[in-house]
């Protein structure tokens, strides 16, 4: 009976110790599920997420900018190459590893880019419970085989077709309303880099199509004598963030608290110049220095930081990387 006895508890005890170790198991498999789920794929890019941070302070907005924030893009397309039907054609039945790219679509980093979104322009992936249009909507799937074969091979590996198309889901048209070389990241130095904006015809489950903006950059590798997409990274706008949650959203009042009250760099900040949507704020540093910190403007009104630029001895704007962040967290 004794015998019978420690055999129960032990067979309790192992019984216990299996639904602990399952437990385990399982809360790591939901934190990896919740890890691999965090990187959204739109349009064939990663899709980044704007964080709240210090900077977002709440603000109402005044009433003379209102409508900047509020109003949609009217710059006009730049996607407008004309891509024959009969070189679509000839690649939907191919597998996207046997498309053959003519070589005259990737010739420069600037051919690769407005083809590859003329190409996108009138694709369209709308699904169930988000539709649009009342027929047949452009060129409908067509263009995304060949669309995929702008991307490096590299870039294939990780992003399969069948996940590249699954990205472009609920979209029914793409216009590229801006574009313009820009730094290379530091972090991805082998890479040429291209700023876009992206303007959308999205459907929805209301029954009616709406507009939708997306920024980025675009990363262009050299393959042979030809130019590919090595990589793709996108955030969404949001018309709503910015009238409501100041000064971060405009560029001149980023430079003065980011780099004046948090930095004590600023000595005298000059008059901002504006061409189109690219504003330059120069300002003398207390260092004795100048400095350029440059803007592009987004169709949602807010100023996003593309570059910082330092003049050197010889009078030439020199690249730098200044981290105005870390001089607020020095303060607090």
């Given at each position: 009976m004794r015998f019978l006895f420690f055999r129960k508890k032990n067979l309790i005890k192992c019984v216990i110790s299996g639904l602990f170790i399952l437990l385990c198991l399982l809360l790591a498999y939901s934190m990896y599920s919740k890890s691999a789920s965090a990187v959204r794929i739109v349009m064939g890019g990663r899709l980044q997420m704007e964080s709240e941070t210090v900077e977002t302070a709440?603000?109402?907005?005044?009433?003379?900018?209102?409508?900047?924030?509020?109003?949609?893009s009217n710059l006009p397309i730049i996607n407008t190459k004309v891509i024959k039907s009969d070189l679509l054609l000839e690649q939907q039945d191919k597998d996207p590893s046997e498309i053959v790219m003519p070589e005259q679509l990737l010739k420069t980093p600037e051919d690769t880019l407005l083809n590859y979104f003329s190409i996108l322009k009138h694709a369209e992936n709308l699904e169930e419970g988000r539709t649009g249009g009342c027929g047949t909507v452009g060129e409908a799937k067509l263009p995304y085989p060949l669309a995929y074969g702008f991307l490096t091979s590299d870039?294939?590996?990780?992003?399969?077709?069948?996940?590249?198309?699954?990205?472009?889901?609920?979209?029914?048209h793409i216009n590229l309303i801006k574009l313009k070389g820009v730094p290379k990241d530091k972090k991805q130095p082998e890479y040429l880099r291209y700023f876009v904006e992206l303007e959308t015809i999205e459907g929805s489950s209301k029954g009616v199509t709406y507009f939708a903006y997306y920024y980025g950059y675009v990363f262009i590798a050299r393959e042979g004598n030809r130019y590919r997409i090595a990589d793709v990274k996108l955030w969404g706008e949001d018309f709503l963030c910015a009238p409501y949650h100041g000064w971060a959203h405009n560029a001149e009042a980023s430079v003065d608290i980011r780099y004046g009250?948090?930095?004590?760099?600023?000595?005298?900040?000059?008059?901002?110049?504006?061409?189109?949507?690219?504003?330059?704020?120069?300002?003398?540093g207390t260092d004795g220095k100048d400095y350029l910190i440059k803007f592009f403007q987004l169709t949602n009104g807010t100023d996003t930081e593309i570059?910082?630029?330092r003049k050197n001895l010889s009078g030439l704007w020199e690249l730098v990387t200044l981290e105005p962040e870390k001089c607020l967290q020095e303060k607090q």
């Open positions: 709440t603000a109402h907005p005044e009433k003379d900018y209102d409508e900047k924030y509020f109003r949609p870039h294939q590996k990780k992003l399969s077709y069948s996940k590249y198309l699954e990205s472009f889901k609920g979209i029914g009250e948090w930095c004590k760099l600023i000595k005298k900040r000059y008059p901002t110049k504006c061409d189109g949507y690219v504003k330059d704020i120069f300002f003398e570059a910082q630029y």
